[in-house]
């Protein structure tokens, strides 16, 4: 029972992070990515790979995961979003679709669909991290660690411009904010948060192959942000533990394996429509007159 | 599953898939836009829709690939130097009256004209009586009908499975990005500009980089030609 | 008379702001063309003209949001055109808009604070190494943005959101927001238009106050009377070309310009 629930909290953790980092774009820049799982791949493959052929250890991991993720940002990011910002959303599906192809294909560097087994334990200032119960106490750091970074930024004058851009983007160019380069900023923090998460999975599950990252994924990272709630930022956390909760909800219920996986799959689509119909601002969010368009 | 004909088959598939985009409109998409939902949402809402779709046929159907009986269609068929199959021939003039069909629809109909003013101005249709509800689940019924013989073809040239649908919305976002938005012609040279690409790509690039080749595509217009081939300028904001 | 006296002091120093042979064309129609005038320093510009003259497209041209096909706009020297909006609002020029375009959702004091030199603040790096300089920063962005309100009288509605004030003062905050940049170029398209009664007398004196701080004023408007009282220098705007500039007396009498200006 407490290996099942650490596994839970472990996950919690893993998809807070994601979520929280995701939120960063969709609520408060009003940057819809789709191309978030690819970023946690991204971090979970150049950890992964860092530590199997160059023997870096766990901080190397990290930096490795956190340095690339942003770097595939920025690459789509420049040339994106200094067009209109529907456009993005196309540019980051494509990303998606790429970076699984590079994933499934690359097979000298990433196996292809067989995936990396092996992937060592992470080594913590010398505590090597085995136990269960010992790696929610890392995952739950890291997400903590995530919240605070966010919170610090979101509660900025730095944060005052982003909600300044999703409110009145030509309004903050007149009063010499530079859009395009904020936007480009938090597009690189999200995307280092998120490779973050991906090295995290990568060193717990210990195997990592390219169907764990693909588009569904990134779908299911938008829904934890917009059904918790992205107007704050704890409302994604709340949308991991509530949608994680589902598929053990549905393991009580004997459904068989073949149907259990797109059964869980309809299920955050009803979700989804659901809530747009009925509570757009997700679990946190305040219910409010949604009047303006145009962004 | 049923044994039915093939041309009832077909039809019967334009009537779902048109059917689908009706009922997707008028219990889905049109009430948010009532309540002044944002483009988010209603993005949202399909994203929603899309997983929760492919999903439920993954359930009802199997998720195993279905390929289609295609018969004599499979037959070669010799043009000059060049061997096709029939399969092929009928997927372009599938397309070529298609592509016909749907721009004299729009030209010369009541209803196609009525699409067009709704699209250039809404406030402008409402007050010469054009109702505008009844325009847009015709659109959505129509782009929706459109694209079962899609689905079909490609169920018989490479097989069908429920989630192959978004690598194909994929590739249709982006070449009507590139011919341009609101542009029919533009569209259509998007897509073959597209499917070119992608062919010649993986005649000298192994065959799994296609999708990389399109994006690649992709990128480089938006930031050399932002508009598309034919689509309007950019409008600027109001300001 | 005083408006009379300042042109004549202002007819020799050199313009803050230079407009020469400003030109763009939307597919065949030229909204603005061959345009040219000066805007001197610590005076009210007004700048007048039919409806369809080009007068925002010119404001649009100068702050950025547009980009001019021909021309040159010179602030103390530096080329502007060509620049990014957000370079133009740096080198010193900044404006309002006709649909006010404020932070709607964001509070009276913010929509001010972001007007106020924040640069640790807003830059990732300082933010998260230099926490006592930014907060700093703050604390001197917060009563310099308090000080801007005084100003403006809106300190107490500083806490309110500003889709909730009124008009007048949602007008007030628009102008509140730039002047706290320090720019020393305000670009004001309409202040007055939708105002009457109380609040259209207070935005002469206003506006007065802002030159006596050392601001120069470039500003659109449609009445007449008020710009006669308020402008030192008049420009003349008609089909995108300028057709008279000087004294706002001769302007607003001349015959020939009203019969333009009103279309009979």
């Given at each position: ?10 996950m ?121 119960f ?5 995952s ?52 280092a ?33 917009i ?29 068989p ?39 | ?38 483009r ?81 101005s ?51 976002s ?9 542009s ?56 | ?17 230079a407009?020469?042979?400003l ?13 040219t ?14 409806n ?24 103390r ?81 500083r ?8 008009y ?97």
């Open positions: 029972m407490t290996a099942y629930l650490a596994h839970y909290l472990v919690v953790g893993i998809y807070a992070i994601l979520a929280v980092s995701l939120n960063l774009l969709i609520g408060y820049s009003g940057i819809f990515s789709l191309a978030h799982a690819a970023i946690y791949g991204i971090g979970a493959y150049a950890s992964a790979l860092a530590a199997l052929k160059l023997g870096l250890g766990f901080w190397g991991g990290l930096v490795v995961a956190a340095g690339v993720g942003a770097f595939a940002s920025a690459l789509v990011a420049i040339p994106s979003l200094r067009v209109a910002g529907d456009y993005y959303v196309v540019a980051s599906f494509g990303l998606q679709v790429v970076v699984l192809a590079v994933f499934m294909n690359w097979t000298d560097l990433t196996n292809g669909h067989a995936g990396l087994p092996g992937i060592p334990r992470p080594n913590v200032f010398g505590w090597v991290i085995d136990e269960p010992e790696y929610v106490i890392l739950v750091a890291f997400a903590a660690l995530t919240y605070a970074v966010c919170w610090r930024l979101t509660n900025s004058a730095f944060g005052r411009v982003l909600q300044a851009i999703r409110d009145d983007e030509i309004a903050a160019q007149a009063m010499g904010k530079n859009v395009m380069q904020v936007k480009i900023v938090v597009a690189c923090i999200s995307s948060l998120g490779a973050m998460a991906g090295s995290l999975y990568a060193h717990y599950i210990t195997y990592i192959n390219p169907s764990s990252f693909a588009l569904h994924e990134s779908i299911f990272i938008a829904s934890l942000v059904l918790g709630g992205s107007e704050r930022l704890a409302g994604p956390i709340v949308g991991a533990f509530v949608l994680l909760a589902i598929p053990e909800a549905l393991k009580f219920l004997a459904i394996d073949t149907v259990a996986a797109p059964l869980r799959q309809v299920i955050y689509g009803a979700l989804l429509v659901a809530f747009m119909l009925l509570r757009p601002e997700g679990l946190l969010g305040r219910a409010r007159a949604q009047v303006r368009d145009g962004r | 599953m049923l044994g039915l004909p093939l041309a009832l088959a077909v039809a019967g598939a334009i009537v779902a898939a048109a059917g689908s985009g009706l009922l997707i409109d008028r219990f889905i998409y049109q009430p948010l836009e009532r309540r002044g939902a944002l988010t949402t209603l993005f949202i809402a399909s994203l929603g829709l899309l997983i929760l779709i492919e999903n439920l046929l993954a359930i009802v159907f199997k998720p195993d690939p279905l390929r289609l009986e295609v018969g004599r269609l499979a037959d070669a068929v010799r043009i000059g130097p060049v061997y096709l199959t029939w399969l092929h021939l009928v997927s372009v003039a599938t397309a070529a009256f298609a592509y016909l069909g749907l721009m004299a629809f729009l030209k010369y109909s009541r209803w196609g004209q009525a699409m067009r003013a709704v699209s250039s809404p406030e402008m249709a409402r007050t010469v009586g054009i109702d505008l509800r009844r325009v847009h689940l015709l659109t959505y019924a129509v782009g929706s009908a459109i694209s079962a013989p899609a689905g079909i073809l490609l169920a018989m040239d490479v097989g069908a499975d429920p989630y192959r649908g978004t690598t194909y919305v994929l590739l249709a982006v070449a009507v990005i590139m011919g341009g938005i609101g029919i012609p533009g569209a259509l040279l998007g897509a073959l500009f597209l499917a070119l690409l992608e062919n010649l790509g993986v005649w000298k690039i192994a065959s799994e980089w296609q999708s990389t080749i399109s994006f690649g595509a992709f990128l480089i217009f938006i930031v050399l030609r932002p508009r598309g081939i034919f689509g309007r300028k950019i409008q600027s904001a109001e300001i | 008379m005083a408006a009379e006296a300042a042109t004549q002091r202002a007819a020799g120093s050199t313009p803050i702001l407009v020469r042979g030109a763009r064309a939307f597919g065949g129609i030229r909204a603005v063309d061959e345009c005038f000066d805007v001197r320093p610590g005076l009210i510009t007004g700048l007048i003209g039919p369809g003259a080009g007068k925002t497209t010119v404001f649009n041209l100068i702050t950025g949001f547009l980009k001019a096909d021909r021309g040159s706009i010179l602030l020297g530096t080329e502007l055109l060509g620049l990014p909006p957000h370079e133009v609002e740096r080198r010193g020029v900044v404006r309002t808009f006709q649909h006010l375009r404020l932070w709607s959702k964001m509070t009276v004091l913010e929509n001010v604070l972001l007007g106020c030199a924040t640069p640790m603040g807003e830059s990732v790096f300082s933010l998260f190494l230099r926490t006592a300089a930014v907060r700093a920063e703050d604390t001197r962005a917060r009563e310099r943005a308090m000080e801007v309100l005084e100003f403006f009288g809106l300190a107490g509605r806490h309110q959101l500003a889709e909730d004030l009124a007048p003062e949602q007008k007030l905050l628009s102008m509140a927001r730039i002047f706290a940049t320090d720019a020393p170029v305000m670009l004001l398209d309409e202040p007055a238009s939708g105002l009457d009664g109380e609040s259209l007398r207070r935005i002469v004196p206003l506006v007065r106050r802002l030159v006596a701080h050392g601001k120069t004023v470039l500003l659109i408007e449609h009445n007449m009377e008020l710009i006669a009282e308020l402008s030192d220098v008049v420009v003349f705007l008609h089909q995108g070309r300028v057709l008279a500039a000087g004294a706002p007396a001769a302007i607003t009498r001349d015959p020939a310009l009203t019969e333009i200006y009103f279309g009979v």
